[in-house]
């Protein structure tokens, strides 16, 4: 295993792609874990996974939550957003199951009619595999801007471990030529087998999930060969990046990828937001990276590598340019929105979520 | 089912596109057929900025049919910098509640479904404070 | 133009009327407006309501009440106005006789409000505002009223309690009214603890919708019998005004243009001034609009009707009563039927008919009713023929 891979194994645009705008949104309730823990178990019975999650308010959804990312990502871009050639969606909870949430989005946010707008399913990898789509449209100058979004409104079973992570998040990135960059994408690398550690069946309300099954075979295996892959065939290693971003389902699990893989705390510091705002699922390595450019200075790599149930990763090599000096201060950053915070109780996250049946 | 009516009404609701008028450039929102400011027909497009400020409010404990599961709300006139007044929802509040002149912005939010939870999902602006941030 | 007169009053009392239909209703304010006319007959009917083709599934409601109050063939018209239904329905009726069209036309006004349960019924009363843009953000009337009231306290500097001498002094005036709804008078302090309905409108200041129906029938001077038994009155004045429907597109949401507008013109038909009536029948479906209508009219200064009322200036024996009968608040709000109950109540203070709550030697009233906050005013002037 220590072979080095072929470069052709990248995904490499023809045109260099860069990212363009970004933009994060978090809604502004948190659920402490240890709410969670009182009602179902009397109180912590030991470590709690999170500190608290993001839980999004009666009037929020993958919807709402994707117009207000996409418009801080435009307010980043500069562009207006008739250039965009494609507004793609990637969620566990389209609020429809059939009616695309991106044709709504690209509406709210002013797009024309000449877009792709599909929407995108891969577990918490929907977002970034709309990322790898939009670096083919524009990569392969089919297109010279898209906007790809991983959002989620995470769906946990009341009592389940999820519940205490499951939350709600995301984040929103235009791509486009990379001389216009802030950042640009140099390649990126996908990983995937049919690994069945986490599923939700069509019309099922939660999702199941293969408990300790999710670990080794599943998280750890897709995103540290995902990883691992493509630094080789990049001829990288950790020390060559800044910062890293991993799928963060908890706290652990990242922070372990990141040893696996031979990244420091420290470079998974900034990234690192599922301890206060849990698990964003399709948002969760999209909204660990806006967070990330928040900070980068321009010359610094990141790696990021999501993870999506069922099962795969998507990694990718990003270079941070010039721009983003200047272009970072043009929308509201991760961290206005993980401030902007109003603690509820879990009776009040349990009217927010529908999980009180009316009728 | 009224999808027709929601279908036509999207770009107001959504973007909070309303209309500057040819003849003497007053912004109108919500969108007429004839010009509030001097009478003129009114037609071309014009999408607000979204910032206002408060200048009234009511908190709505009793709400009407298909309102009633996100009671309590608050429904404000909102006096938006371009000059026009609109009535809307305002959200995310916090412990601070709402005051009078006080500054929010437009988000696009789920205002209700049309029906039952077979229907439309009905999406329009609401108006939240104003978050401390860069901008 | 000819001059109007009322010749034959009817109502049923403010209720809930769980075993009377909407027709029956209608029915029975029509038949005793008409039996006290001493067989004088309509040839036209002009009714006002609101809420039937939505809540009963009853449009078409002129020929039904027609048809069912056995008055066959006459000519029908439903008029809407909002809340002001029943008023707009009586300046109609007006138009009718003072243009020579008819010689006698019926009036009635009805409502029928409980024969639908649940939060329908807000839906349906917030249908009267702009439905697009007020209606689709969850805006109850109540919940315009709360719009319109805070704003005022803003402006003005008005004690939130200091509105509550309204529902006080109108559940005061309903004690001695028959056909009231709350025939009880209220304490300050349980004003004070009222649950919030769309605060900062409370219980209390919200006038409670209820069923009814009230008739008036008006007549040419010709039509009317040598030696007719009921003491005359004349409508001397009739104006509709209306405003911008949405509260956002007015230039001034605590000015209620339309209700001033139509006082002034009212008035100026009549030839008086408005402070040349002895009572003031106004529309208090919220505690605040009875505050901004006594400002519009002219008869307090701007913020400060609450502050003259408590200092009893609108009492029954004030400068101007309001009122008299307890108004919607404690008669109770049968909605398209309120204005013509207002109207109905001035009458018998004129004829000296108003029993413990008489003004003595009451001359003149103004009678002005609005569809929410003032988007339609109407406005009457009545006065006693002696």
């Given amino acids: 295993m220590t072979q080095t891979l072929p470069e052709n194994l990248l995904l490499k645009p023809n045109r260099p792609v860069g990212i363009i705008g970004y933009g994060a949104y978090v809604p502004r309730y948190r659920l402490p874990a240890i709410e969670v823990a009182r009602v179902w178990h009397g109180g912590a019975r030991g470590g709690l996974p999170i500190k608290e999650k993001a839980v999004a308010g009666l009037d929020e959804d993958v919807i709402t939550m994707s117009i207000e990312a996409a418009r801080n990502a ?74 790809a979004i991983g959002m989620d409104t995470a769906q946990g079973r009341p009592g389940d471990a999820l519940e205490y992570t499951a939350a709600s998040g995301g984040a929103a990135y235009i791509l486009g030529p990379a001389e216009e960059g802030l950042a640009q994408i140099e390649f990126s690398y996908s990983y995937v087998s049919d690994t069945p550690d986490f599923w939700r069946r069509a019309h099922a309300r939660y999702p199941e999930h293969g408990q300790r099954f999710t670990g080794e075979p599943a998280y750890f295996k897709h995103i540290t060969e995902a990883g691992s892959r493509l630094m080789r065939a990049a001829g990288t290693t950790a020390a060559d990046y800044a910062y890293a971003v991993f799928h963060q389902p908890n706290t652990k699990f990242p922070q372990r990828a990141a040893l696996l893989l031979g990244f420091s705390e420290e470079q998974i510091a900034p990234g690192l937001l599922s301890p206060v705002i849990g698990n964003t699922y399709a948002g969760a390595a999209m909204i660990g990276l806006s967070a990330t450019l928040d900070v980068a200075k321009p010359g610094d790599r990141i790696l990021v590598v999501s993870f999506g149930s069922g099962a795969g990763s998507d990694a990718f090599q990003i270079l941070v340019g010039e721009a983003i000096e ?28 529908g999980k009180i049946t009316l009728k | ?110 205002i209700r479904q049309d029906g039952d939870e077979r229907g439309l999902l009905v999406y329009g602006y609401k108006f939240r404070p104003m978050i401390a941030g860069a901008r | ?25 209608a029915a029975r304010a029509m ?28 449009a078409n409601l002129a020929a039904l009440l027609i048809d069912n109050a056995g008055l066959d063939g006459i000519e029908g018209h439903l008029v809407e106005a909002g809340e002001a239904s029943g008023a707009a329905a009586l300046h109609s009726a007006f138009l009718a006789i003072a ?72 559940h005061a005036n309903a004690v001695h009214n028959p056909n009231a709804m709350f025939r009880k008078a209220i304490r300050r302090e349980a004003y004070a603890k009222a649950e919030m309905i769309s605060d900062p409108v409370n219980l209390f200041d919200m006038a409670p919708y209820a069923d009814g129906a009230a008739a008036v029938l008006l007549s040419s001077r010709a039509a009317i019998p040598a030696g007719f ?15 911008r429907l949405a509260l956002h597109d007015r230039a001034d949401p605590l000015a209620f243009d339309a209700a001033r507008l139509s006082v002034e013109r009212a008035c100026r038909m009549a030839g008086i001034l408005p402070g040349e009536v002895n009572l003031f029948e106004l529309s208090d479906t919220f505690s605040i609009y009875a505050a901004l209508s006594l400002e519009a009219a002219g008869f307090a200064p701007t913020g400060r009707a609450a502050q003259l009322a408590e200092q009893g200036e609108f009492a029954l024996n004030g400068r101007m009563p309001i009122n008299t009968l307890g108004g919607m608040k404690a008669r109770g709000n049968p909605i398209g039927a309120a204005g013509v109950y207002q109207v109905l109540e001035a009458v018998l203070q004129l004829r000296g008919q108003a029993g413990a709550n008489q003004i003595a030697h009451a001359q003149r009233a103004l009678v002005q009713m609005l569809a929410g906050p003032a988007s339609t005013a109407v406005t009457h002037v009545l006065e006693r023929v002696s």
Avoid at chain 1, 109 to 114: E, L, M
Avoid at chain 1, 122 to 142: H, N, W, Y
Avoid at chain 1, 329 to 349: F, G, L, S, V
Wanted: charged share 20%.
């Fill in chain 3, 31 to 58: 038949l005793a407006a008409l039996h006290q006319a001493e067989g004088l007959r309509p040839q036209a009917l002009f009714v006002g309501n609101l809420l039937a083709p939505v809540l009963s599934h009853q």
């Fill in chain 3, 229 to 243: 038994a009921q003491p005359l009155v004349r409508i001397s004045g009739s104006a509709l005004v209306t405003d």
């Fill in chain 3, 99 to 170: 243009s020579g069209w008819v010689e006698s036309a019926l009036v009635v006004g009805v409502e029928k409000v409980t024969d639908y349960i649940g939060s329908g019924v807000e839906l349906a009363l917030a249908e009267t505002e702009d439905a697009d843009y007020e209606t689709a953000q969850g805006l109850t009337l109540s919940g315009l009223a709360g719009l319109v009231m805070q704003r005022y306290l803003h402006e003005y500097g008005v004690e939130r309690q200091a509105l509550g001498v309204f529902p006080t002094l109108m």
């Fill in chain 1, 74 to 147: 435009l307010a980043r871009a500069g562009i207006h957003a008739h250039a965009l050639r494609a507004v793609w969606v990637g969620s566990e909870s389209h609020p429809y199951a059939v009616k695309p949430s991106g044709t709504l989005v690209a509406e709210a946010i002013g797009a024309g009619p000449d877009i792709q707008a599909g929407d995108w399913e891969f577990a918490c990898k929907a977002g970034t595999e709309a990322l790898v789509a939009a670096m083919g449209l524009v990569g392969s100058g089919m297109g010279r801007y898209a906007l």
């Fill in chain 2, 1 to 110: 089912m009224e999808v027709p009516r929601h279908w036509r009404l999207k770009q107001q609701r959504y973007a909070l596109v309303g209309e500057v008028c040819p003849h003497c450039e007053g912004k109108i929102f919500p969108p007429r057929d004839v010009c509030p400011h001097c009478g003129g027909e009114a037609k071309t497009p014009y999408t607000f900025s979204g910032k206002g400020t408060v200048y009234s409010y009511t908190i709505m404990h009793d709400a009407p049919a298909g309102y009633d599961e996100n009671v309590p709300y608050t429904v404000a006139l909102v006096k938006l910098e371009e000059g026009p007044m609109v009535t809307a929802q305002l959200t995310d509040l916090d412990e601070q509640g709402v005051q009078i002149g006080m500054p929010v912005e437009m988000v696009t939010r789920r």
């Fill in chain 1, 326 to 353: 200047e272009r970072r201060n043009k929308a509201m950053r991760t961290q206005d929105y993980i401030a902007r915070r109003t603690e509820i109780d879990y009776a009040t996250y349990a009217r927010l979520r």
């Fill in chain 3, 1 to 25: 133009m000819r001059d109007v007169f009322i010749t034959g009053i009817g109502q049923v009392p403010v209720g809930e009327h769980w075993e009377v239909s909407l027709r029956s209703l």
